[in-house]
């Protein structure tokens, strides 16, 4: 993608035992000023792959100097988080997409609850300022586990006091989810940015009271997924195209000068359909049919890849 | 700009609007291949075609600007309600404002200037003698509301979407040259909702995968596509507001005046994420040209005749072309050397 | 492609008479003329607390609502009966209020009337059983089409012979 932002760490700091804080300041342009509850992908190069995570924002939307974003330690399997706990140093440069929010307050509800569960909180930062703007009816409520997360706590109960309420399983106290949401008045939206328990406990909760689906939202990331190097023959021709994990088919391609009809570059159009003679499909289009994908001899190139190490095109 | 606006032409009465050679050369010609299809068009809004080409800019403004302008002028004298925007929608007023004048500042220097010193703007357009100072999301210190103030300054229609629940809603918009859709009717629906009347597309899937797309777009990366119709006589406003004035020129086309009298009308739909409000703003930018002058390209010619041969009756129907759609099939036919 | 497929045009809303009965802890039924599967409907319901209100006066449900729904919980339901215009009126006073259309409702209208938002001067023309019909406010006669707005609760119509003032077509009932 063209469109990135390169941005240099400003500052780190520790905001919880397993979170780190990144400010991230604008090298060439000015940044894009934002909605509350948007993310940006940061890329991290890596000797072998390039980390793709998506982060949400959580500065003061109207702060176009900076942004700051807060990463969690997962375990190994998600290499990214290890990377910018332990490599990423202070003057060292990132890129960054764009924001895009999937995840955005809806304004016209009579009041907001959020639910944050540990780093989950990183939405919500970004919510506050503007809902206290907007004099909105709001209310955070806060499980994590004290000795892990739990950043940014006690500015939280100080700013926002009795529209506050933490949870902290390692001090042995729960949110009851269902007597919560049984309280509310008509018309609340409930976000949710957590786990996915504590997802599933909320829509469980919701469905059993009698909550519409439609009050209930919870923070997606719309991160591109990790992908493997591949190779793609072009059957007519016997040429390799090796494809790394960074780039499209379709980018890989038209590196190796075979160009293929394209519009819209993100598997929508169906203008760069190509047939597959060889090889199982990673299919992560929205254009093609369920029985499409199943049968297997199409593909587009521009987001689908291989599953395995090879795929033969017909081209 | 590579051309120079001209003095006002009309859309209207005596229609005295024309297209010059260069204008002509530089149309944005809708058809890529010889057989209707119909298809979710869309692609990166990057430039294309080189310098003067419609496609050079993020905004095309040429030499039909004042003209427009002015007839924009005439339609929200009569019908002010041909511009709205619902309260939720003021940030992303201010969202396009902001958008419209870095571009225009950026791209025709020329023309219009843009000075920002923190919260206070000053905004010139030299060519509709504008010249104010106002304060960035404080409506009260412009002359009119942010979508009108802007939209009445930049050649096309404009819609803001709101994105909620992974939809579209029609909130905001001035839009006072459509291909006959109605926004005082149309407003607040979802995306699915006002292309309701659209024919064919909607079983084919095309409006969930480009809702999806839509819903997915991000700041700073916007798309196009084209879409077309026929207009009978160079009118810009063929709204259904005023169908009872325009409707009755579908009966006026005959075998000898077809070339002269029917416009191939080309909606250059530019689609942008805005940072602030997260609307979808939605250009729709028209382009007039009769027959006889896009005939001067015979490549367009021959490709629009099996373009119109090939249409499927419902489009036709929907497209309000029935009355004279053989004429232009004939008309065009002597272009082909297919016939 | 079937022929019949592709003239539906989707903004116009679908009704069914089943009911769905999930779980809520204040129900609401509104009705425009009160018939014994409505009140049926109401006294079978199992919410913890009802209501029902039987007015054709929009002005005063929006009084009543406005009461009604200041305490209500968020699990609320609200079943709806009446002319489509009417349905779909109350319906954006319920949403102003908070009420999603998920949680709404609306059972099928009691006639196959409706009202038709003239392009032209923006006034709605109700009762319209036949069409063309016409428009109250401008007196030209509307073809009436499929497409529908909530917001207005009618039907998009546009007159039927702009193009040729002799050109009429015959009458045909709206169903």
Known sequence: MSNQIKVEVASICQVAPTIREFTLEAIDDALYPFSPGAHVVVEMPNKKKVYKNAYSLLSDPTDTQRYRIAVRLQDASRGGSI???????????????????????????????????????????????????????????????????????????EQLGDKYFDYDSDRQTRCDVTALLSQQPLGTHIYICGPDSLIQAVEEAAQTLGLPASVIHSEEFAAPKPGMPFVAEIKSTGQQVDVSAEDSLLEALEASDISIPNLCRGGVCGQCVCTVVEGEIDHRDQYLSDEEKAAGNTIMPCVSRAAGERLVLDI | MRVAPKEVETFRDDFTYSNSPEAIKRFPFPFPEDEYRYSVNMEPHTPKGGEGSAYEHFLDIDEHYLSEMAERKLVLDEMPHRCLAMEHMELACWDMLERLMTSLAQDYSDYFKLTIEGDQWTWENKLLNIHDTFTFGDSSTLPQSPLEYIGCQVQGDFALLDQRDGDLFLDAGMITCPADWSLAFDAGMSFKEWHGPVPMAHNEGIFERALKYLTAMQVGSPIRRLNWTLTVNARMDTSPETYHEWGHERTSVTPENVGEKVYLRVEMQVMDRMPRSNALMFIIRTYLISLEDLATNPEWARRMHRTMKTLPAPLIEYKGLSRYHSMVVDYLAQFDPAN | MELESLSVVVSKPMYTAEISDGPCAYSLFICEQLNTAFSDLYEASLADKKDLIHSADLARIEGDLAALLANAPAATRVYLLGTEKYIWLVGQQLKALGVTEEQMEMLPPLSAERSVFCCHCYQVTDQVFTAPARCVGCGKLLAVTDHFAKAHGAYFGYQVNAEDATDIPASVELS
């Open chain 1, 83 to 157: 990377y910018m706990h332990e490599q990423v140093k202070v003057g060292d440069q990132l890129l960054i997409s764009p924001p895009s929010n999937l995840f955005s307050p809806l304004w016209h509800a009579k009041k907001h609850v959020m639910l944050a569960g540990g780093v989950g909180v990183t939405p919500f930062m970004s919510y506050i300022p503007e809902m206290i703007r907007r004099d909105a009816d709001f209310e955070l409520h806060y499980m994590y586990r004290s000795l892990q997360t739990g950043a940014y706590k006690h500015e939280l109960s």
